[in-house]
């Protein structure tokens, strides 16, 4: 029998995972487990606590006990979303894959689809979002210029994708193998090209009317990093800055020296004011923009890991709930 694993990356969701995840199980039994008589698949649910300072652990340690199927790993402290991805897949014994957020923005109804695609020979479901849920102008506008650029930048058009998805196996362990630490799993999973199919879905608003964990800053650090782990364009553009502003230097020079040698010599002062803010400026962003390459070159080379696992309360109930499901299917 084959096994689907689902991933579920939480962040002090203490309360919502009380609803989400029961709900999720019993979707996926109703849709998955009780078609027809026999049982077709095992189902593993993997909750990742990203470090949670609520209840969550504690929910999930007392869920775990009634529900064999839940197994659950708890970081040390908060690593962010891409690392407690990371580990679910890391962790995860399935022979598809499907990341889901915990807060039924996601709805588990759409499993039932993927895995029916998946079951024709499709290696990766994307659900992409019809349509955005309650976010302000500015949110909008901000996840649109993110898209632009990052398909400018890296060739990879992301618009409407979310973390929802369905992985075969196969792409799971090719994006496992892939050797960086910091990682945009969208966009890699896009740049893997494995054969693919998209589903359409309605983003639903936080059943308890929350809002998201994810702080402007926060956004735009994520924003900022997925871009230039995707493209070294901007380190490109230093060199098109500087060839521009030695241009513009020659031109202004010419000018200056010109004028000297006619003996009407223009009043400096302004030139060199605007010459030193375009210079100083163009110089200063231009070492930003290095920079910001230099601290990934060095994150990367420190090689520290991911994230830290404070419990792993995985591997103990992995065997157990599986053959519970199994022999349940067998009728034993
Ligand atoms: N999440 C996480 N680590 C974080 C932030 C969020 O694991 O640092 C989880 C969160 O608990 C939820 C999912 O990622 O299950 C999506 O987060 P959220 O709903 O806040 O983001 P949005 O829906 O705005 O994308
Ligand atoms: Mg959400």
Request: with cysteine; glycine share 6%.
């Amino acid at each position: 029998m084959k096994t689907i694993s689902i991933v579920i990356p939480v962040y002090n969701e203490a309360q919502m995972i009380q609803t989400s995840i029961p709900q999720i199980l019993s979707v996926l039994d109703s849709a998955l487990l009780n078609r027809g008589v026999e049982s077709r698949y095992a189902i593993e649910l993997i909750a990742v606590d990203d470090g949670s300072v609520d209840q969550t652990a504690a929910v999930l340690l007392n869920m775990q006990q009634q529900e064999p199927r839940l197994r659950f790993v708890r970081f040390t402290r908060n690593f962010g979303k891409e690392a407690a991805i990371l580990a679910g897949l890391e962790s995860a014994v399935g022979d598809a894959i499907v990341v889901i957020d915990g807060d039924l923005q996601h709805p588990p109804e759409l499993i039932a689809p993927m895995v029916r695609l998946w079951e024709s020979g499709i290696f990766v479901v994307h659900a992409v979002k019809a349509q955005r849920a309650r976010e302000s102008l500015a949110q909008k506008l901000f996840a649109k210029a993110f898209y632009a650029v990052f398909k400018t930048m890296s060739g990879l058009d992301l618009r409407g994708h979310s973390d929802f998805k369905l992985m075969d196996r196969k792409v799971v362990q090719t994006l496992l193998a892939l050797p960086e630490r910091q990682r945009f799993f969208r966009g890699l999973i896009s740049w893997a090209n494995f054969p693919c199919a998209q589903l359409p879905f309605e983003v639903a608003d936080r059943p308890d009317g929350s809002d998201s964990k994810w702080n402007r800053w926060k956004l735009i650090r994520y924003a900022v990093d997925n871009i230039t782990s995707f493209s070294s364009l901007p380190l490109k553009w230093v060199t098109y800055l500087g060839v521009f502003t030695l241009l513009f230097g020659i031109v202004i020079g010419s000018i200056s020296l010109v004028q000297k040698i006619e003996g009407k010599a223009m009043d400096g002062f302004t030139t060199v004011n605007l010459l030193i803010i375009i210079m100083g400026g163009a110089i200063l962003l231009s070492l930003g923009v290095i920079g910001h390459y230099l601290a990934r070159l060095y994150d990367e080379v420190k090689g520290r890991p991911t994230y830290l696992i404070q419990e792993d309360m995985t591997i103990k109930n992995t065997t157990i709930g599986l053959e519970a499901k199994i022999s349940d299917a067998k009728g034993e």
